[in-house]
């Protein structure tokens, strides 16, 4: 087994919201990829959390009356009862306000300022509020003086702070997208992020005086780091980096850099622009991927709360109780914003694509090779004199591609391999009709063939499938061949024949027909 490290991140989530839809799709997609690289037999590092500080927290919990530790304690657990709740596969869960993490992010920030990178100055320029975002005067004349997020007007702000040199990264930042053209992913989004980094850079003040629910800065304490650069920190902090003699850094210092950082599109500069600047000034390697997906929207328009149209929490968990969860997570992985477009939720589409997908694919298709199995064979799996004619080589390219697309974070496209493999399956089914085969005696040879390369495909698709849907398809491997093939290294599960002739092959049911959940819910 290859022990090659592979790192993945979702952002770190704010605790002044209630987990959602959008929270649950990120962090869904990198729990994909994860399993994905464990099955491979590489060293996984997968890393979420909660952004705690800031004055938006801070209000908050004044408006509850309360503290604004407890608010985020509060909404931290419930986070964290959510991961589990989703079955999601994370090695870590950081919360900024742990002291491991304010530690190392003090101890980074202090190498920044001795090594000139920060220094004090004044700022006088535009600040959204909601976004906690500073605009120069001509980045705010373009967005007509209000939040390009909420609308709001923006406020006149001048304040003392401490500054990154941010202007002085310019060059190697361009550089660095030269020589990386896959950077920021989709290419678009590299493209965008490249536009506006040619307008030019100027310096960013990472400090703030308004609010004190911070980490402080280092050596002047009425300065807090501004929530944004205490929260890309996370990614660093959580492997050791800022406390070279933490077990953290003893354990974990081979999963930086991190292979992806995934992302919503609303964060991307923060992401492809003043984070690698950042650690380009800490003499540090910057991650190696960067992914901007897009929205979830509902019905053509943004969720909001206002609209109703929002999938909370309870929906969600509408949707575990009357399709289950894998086929939630296979909905997400396969039908969600992955690209440049926002991709609309609907009950109506859900419940098609599981249909289709679910019951009518990757159900029918293992059911109706275990129930010939045992009808034909007594639920043994028969001897092959072809040897599997083309389906070797058919799975082989299969899983070649998944990897590739894998590789490049593109899950929608690999779990279509597997999805096509049993399509080609149904296919050779219903050419070759079995059942019709099966009257006849003289050919018991050929039908053993068949319903031997259909069970092979089935299990090899199977093990593709799996990191979309663990429990379903853990439920498929006990049925095509069970614990003999369930614990073996990637190379042998993923290769065609891996089942031994007179291995038992059951007959399932792994994805019920249900009513559309629209139907149920109205009652
Ligand atoms: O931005 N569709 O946290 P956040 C898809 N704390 N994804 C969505 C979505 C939607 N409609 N809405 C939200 C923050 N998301 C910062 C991040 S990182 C160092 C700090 C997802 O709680 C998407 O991943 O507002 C987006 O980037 C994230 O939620 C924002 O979560």
Same mark, same amino acid.
């Given at each position: 087994?290859?022990?090659?490290?592979?790192?993945?991140?979702?952002?770190?989530?704010?605790?002044?919201?209630?987990?959602?839809?959008?929270?649950?799709?990120?962090?869904?997609?990198?729990?994909?990829?994860?399993?994905?690289?464990?099955?491979? @037999?590489?060293?996984?590092?997968?890393?979420?959390?909660?952004?705690?500080?800031?004055?938006?927290?801070?209000?908050?919990?004044?408006?509850?009356?309360?503290?604004?530790?407890?608010?985020?304690? &509060?909404?931290?657990? &419930?986070?964290?009862?959510?991961?589990?709740?989703?079955?999601?596969?994370?090695?870590?869960?950081?919360?900024?306000?742990?002291?491991?993490?304010?530690?190392?992010? *003090?101890?980074?920030?202090?190498?920044?300022?001795?090594?000139?990178?920060?220094?004090?100055?004044?700022?006088?320029?535009?600040?959204?509020?909601?976004?906690?975002?500073?605009?120069?005067?001509?980045?705010?004349?373009?967005?007509?003086? *209000?939040?390009?997020?909420?609308?709001?007007?923006?406020?006149?702000?001048?304040?003392?702070?401490?500054?990154?040199?941010?202007?002085?990264?310019q060059?190697?930042l361009q550089?660095?997208f030269?020589?990386?053209?896959?950077?920021?992913?989709?290419?678009?989004?590299?493209n965008e992020v490249l536009g506006r980094l040619r307008e030019g850079l100027?310096?960013?003040?990472?400090?703030?005086?308004?609010?004190?629910?911070?980490?402080?800065?280092?050596?002047?304490?009425?300065?807090?780091?501004?929530?944004?650069?205490?929260?890309?920190?996370?990614?660093?902090?959580?492997?050791?980096?800022?406390?070279?003699?933490?077990?953290?850094?003893?354990?974990?210092?081979?999963?930086?850099?991190?292979?992806?950082?995934?992302? @919503?599109?609303?964060?991307?500069?923060?992401?492809?622009?003043?984070?690698?600047?950042?650690?380009?000034?800490?003499?540090?390697?910057?991650?190696?991927?960067?992914?901007?997906?897009?929205?979830?929207?509902?019905?053509?328009?943004?969720?909001?709360?206002?609209?109703?149209?929002?999938? =909370?929490?309870?929906?969600?968990?509408?949707?575990?109780?009357?399709?289950?969860?894998?086929?939630?997570?296979?909905?997400?992985?396969?039908?969600?914003?992955?690209?440049?477009? =926002?991709?609309?939720?609907?009950?109506?589409?859900?419940?098609?694509?599981?249909?289709?997908?679910?019951?009518?694919?990757?159900?029918?298709?293992?059911?109706?090779? @275990?129930?010939?199995?045992?009808?034909?064979?007594?639920?043994?799996?028969?001897?092959?004199?072809?040897? #599997?004619?083309?389906?070797?080589?058919?799975?082989?390219?299969?899983?070649?591609?998944?990897?590739?697309?894998?590789?490049?974070?593109?899950?929608?496209?690999?779990?279509?391999?597997?999805?096509?493999?049993?399509?080609?399956?149904?296919?050779?089914?219903?050419?070759?009709?079995?059942?019709?085969?099966?009257?006849?005696?003289?050919?018991?040879?050929?039908?053993?063939?068949?319903?031997?390369?259909?069970? *092979?495909?089935?299990?090899?698709?199977?093990?593709?499938?799996?990191?979309?849907?663990?429990?379903?398809?853990?439920?498929?491997?006990?049925?095509?061949?069970?614990?003999?093939?369930?614990?073996?290294?990637?190379?042998?599960?993923?290769?065609? #024949?891996?089942?031994?002739?007179?291995?038992?092959?059951?007959?399932?049911?792994?994805?019920?027909?249900?009513?559309?959940?629209?139907?149920?819910?109205?009652?």
């Amino acid at each position: 087994m290859s022990a090659h490290p592979a790192t993945i991140t979702t952002p770190i989530y704010y605790v002044n919201d209630r987990p959602h839809i959008g929270h649950a799709y990120t962090t869904t997609l990198c729990d994909v990829w994860a399993r994905t690289m464990r099955l491979r @037999g590489r060293s996984v590092f997968f890393l979420t959390g909660t952004d705690e500080h800031g004055v938006k927290v801070e209000k908050s919990a004044a408006a509850r009356g309360i503290t604004p530790r407890a608010l985020a304690d &509060e909404n931290a657990a &419930e986070f964290k009862r959510v991961m589990s709740l989703f079955g999601l596969s994370n090695d870590d869960f950081i919360r900024t306000t742990e002291p491991r993490h304010e530690r190392r992010v *003090q101890a980074l920030v202090k190498r920044l300022h001795e090594g000139g990178s920060v220094y004090l100055g004044t700022f006088e320029g535009w600040y959204d509020e909601g976004q906690e975002e500073y605009y120069t005067e001509t980045k705010a004349k373009e967005l007509n003086y *209000q939040s390009p997020v909420n609308g709001r007007p923006l406020v006149r702000a001048t304040e003392k702070n401490y500054y990154f040199r941010l202007s002085a990264f310019q060059e190697r930042l361009q550089q660095h997208f030269a020589d990386h053209p896959h950077f920021v992913q989709p290419s678009a989004r590299q493209n965008e992020v490249l536009g506006r980094l040619r307008e030019g850079l100027q310096d960013v003040p990472i400090t703030r005086t308004n609010f004190t629910w911070g980490i402080p800065f280092p050596g002047d304490p009425q300065h807090v780091i501004y929530v944004w650069i205490d929260a890309l920190f996370n990614y660093i902090t959580a492997l050791g980096v800022g406390e070279p003699n933490s077990d953290a850094a003893r354990e974990r210092a081979c999963h930086w850099p991190a292979d992806f950082h995934v992302i @919503g599109k609303e964060i991307l500069w923060f992401h492809a622009v003043i984070w690698p600047a950042l650690l380009m000034a800490l003499e540090l390697p910057l991650p190696k991927r960067i992914h901007a997906h897009s929205f979830w929207i509902a019905d053509g328009q943004k969720m909001s709360k206002s609209l109703g149209n929002f999938i =909370d929490l309870p929906s969600i968990e509408g949707y575990f109780a009357h399709y289950g969860l894998d086929a939630w997570r296979w909905y997400m992985a396969t039908q969600g914003p992955l690209t440049t477009t =926002d991709a609309d939720f609907s009950a109506k589409h859900f419940h098609e694509t599981y249909t289709n997908d679910l019951v009518n694919t990757v159900g029918n298709c293992a059911s109706r090779v @275990g129930a010939m199995i045992g009808k034909y064979f007594g639920g043994t799996l028969p001897e092959d004199a072809e040897r #599997g004619g083309p389906w070797p080589d058919r799975c082989a390219s299969a899983v070649r591609q998944w990897c590739n697309h894998m590789d490049a974070f593109e899950l929608a496209a690999a779990a279509r391999c597997g999805i096509d493999l049993l399509r080609q399956i149904d296919g050779m089914i219903n050419e070759t009709e079995p059942f019709k085969l099966a009257k006849d005696p003289a050919n018991l040879p050929r039908l053993a063939s068949i319903l031997s390369q259909c069970a *092979q495909t089935v299990r090899v698709a199977g093990v593709l499938l799996e990191p979309f849907m663990p429990s379903k398809m853990s439920a498929l491997a006990d049925g095509f061949g069970g614990d003999t093939c369930r614990h073996a290294p990637w190379e042998a599960r993923s290769a065609y #024949g891996h089942m031994q002739p007179g291995c038992a092959v059951a007959k399932l049911a792994l994805f019920p027909r249900v009513e559309p959940i629209g139907k149920v819910l109205a009652g």
